[in-house]
C-alpha cells in the first residue's frame, strides 16, 4: 500500500512537471488573451486545454477580469460560449449567473450543459425553476446536471420531478441563497 502511494505521488510530481515545460516551452503563460481564446477555439485538444488552464488561472487570480470573458457569452462561435461558462464557474460574479442563466435557453446542448455546470457551483435562486425544467430534457448529461445543480443550490434530495415541483411550491417564497460576487 505505502508503495502505491509512493509511486502515485511521484508519478503525480512527474505530470506537474510536464505539464509547467510543455507550458514553459509552448510560450502558453507569455500568451495574449485572444492568443489563448483562439487556441482554445482552433487547437488541437492539448493547446484547447492549455489555453483554457491558463486562462482560468488569470480569472481566478483578477487579471483577466470577469467583464471580459462573460462577454464572450454574446459571441455566436459556440466555443467561445462554452470557454464564458467555464470560466464564470472559475470565477462566478452575478453577472456571470445572469449570463448563464440566459444560456439555459439556448439551442446547444452543450452551451445548456455548461451553463448548468455554472449553477453546480454557484447557487442562484433564479435558477431553480429554469434547472427544475431542464431535469425533463432528453439528455441524460443535461437532466442530471440540472439535478446536480439543484441539490447544490438547495440542499434537498428528491428523484423525481414532482417531488421538486412539490418542495418549490411549498418553499418557493421563503428559500434563500447566499450569492457572492
Known sequence: MMFRLQQLAILAVVAAAGYMAYNYLSGTANKTVDQLVTDYCT????????????????????????????????????????????????????????????????????????????????KSKEAVEPLMATMNESDADLSLGARSALEFITDQRFKETGKWKEWWDMNRATFTVTESD
Open 43 to 122: 487547437g488541437n485538444a492539448v493547446e484547447s486545454g492549455l489555453a483554457q488552464k491558463t486562462l482560468s488561472s488569470r480569472a481566478i487570480d483578477g487579471s483577466l477580469p470577469p467583464s471580459t470573458f462573460i462577454g464572450w457569452a454574446y459571441d455566436p462561435d459556440e466555443k467561445k460560449k462554452l470557454l464564458s461558462l467555464a470560466l464564470i464557474a472559475k470565477r462566478p460574479t452575478k453577472e456571470g449567473r445572469k449570463v448563464a442563466l440566459k444560456l439555459l435557453n439556448e439551442r446547444s446542448v452543450p452551451v445548456r450543459i455548461g451553463a448548468v455546470q455554472v449553477f453546480q457551483v454557484t
